[in-house]
């Protein structure tokens, strides 16, 4: 009970949170200049087809019924007028029945682009494993190297290598990740291409005429190395804080004076309870890198949810926008609260309550 009051409540305040995040996003999206029905009905069009689109998104409403309008369609409960027309629009399941209108459950419907008339739910599930791997291979980068190098730092404090993997990792968290993204676009993908056999663009997979589609995985090597030196900075500087405050415990003294080799010492003693902190930061890191790879991918030209967010910010698109906007604040609620839990399965002195 205790576990699932405590999922209850977290889920709540992630609702809080996505209610919070839409209702900023489309009041800032409206005061923008532009004109979604021409984008839908074309400059051409005559003006029952506009009036047609206008009364059908709702634009003909005064801005607050909009943003309700907006809210019954993206909920999963809502309430809807009970026509062959909405259920072909919103596939949905009849929980009670209300004359005209009926009381619904539905998965959350965000509208279609103005830009492609497709399906908001389809452009982003396509996009959306582009932006996965991206992520992933960066928190893999950041993880492995990040803790290598806290350990290396930690061994021999104060020592040349320890300064400067420090400088290195400070310098990591000071430059902005879209700035590194374009030094190691020029430098790895342009000026030294032929020696590292890398480019400025490209994609995971690649569809070649006679052998058709291509995993190409160093294509994914230089957004992920641009997206994970952040993390990784962080990492290296946890790693090696947690890791001198752990060598200096009577534990690991003990073990020295059993006569275990260091390689055991820092491997099965230090090592292992050093990475908690190392873990958790890693765990709530993914959320951020998801969010944090739109400009990434809008330099390297990556397929994923950056590319086609910026995307339809130039054009204006606003249901793109706002689905998109809400699709990775869901994946921030969803990983913060798995990474309270993780907490809980990692240290036993935190507790649900």
Known sequence: MKFLGFILSRLGHGLLILLGVLVAVFFLFNVLPGDPVALLAGQRSDLSTRDAI??????????????????????????????????????????????????VWKTPYLRRSFQSNKSVTDILLDHFTGTLWL?????????VFGILFGVLASLRPHSWLDHTLVTGSVL??????????????????????????????????????????????????????????????????????????????????TARAKGLSRYHVIADHALKNALNPVVTAASGWMASLMAGAFFIEYIFNWKGLGAVTIQGVQNLDFPLVMGATLFVAFLFVLINIFVDLLYVALDPRVKLD
């Open 54 to 103: 206008t009364k059908e998104l709702g634009l003909d409403k005064p801005l607050p019924a909009q943003l309700l309008y907006y809210v019954n369609d993206v909920s999963p409960v809502s309430v809807h007028e009970n026509t062959e027309a909405n259920q072909l629009k919103y596939e949905y399941s009849t929980i009670a029945d209300f004359g005209g209108d009926v009381l």
């Open 172 to 253: 990591g968290i000071s430059v902005p990740s879209f700035v590194a993204a374009i030094l190691i676009a020029i430098t790895f993908g342009f000026y030294w291409s032929s020696w590292t056999g890398l480019s400025l663009t490209g994609q995971l997979y690649e569809i070649d005429p006679f052998t058709g589609k291509q995993l190409m995985l160093r294509n994914l090597l230089l957004p992920a190395v641009a997206l994970g030196i952040r993390p990784l900075a962080v990492i290296v500087q946890l790693t090696r804080s947690s890791m001198l405050d752990v060598m200096s415990q009577d534990y690991i003294r």
């Open 135 to 143: 992520a992933l291979a960066a928190m893999l980068i950041a993880t």
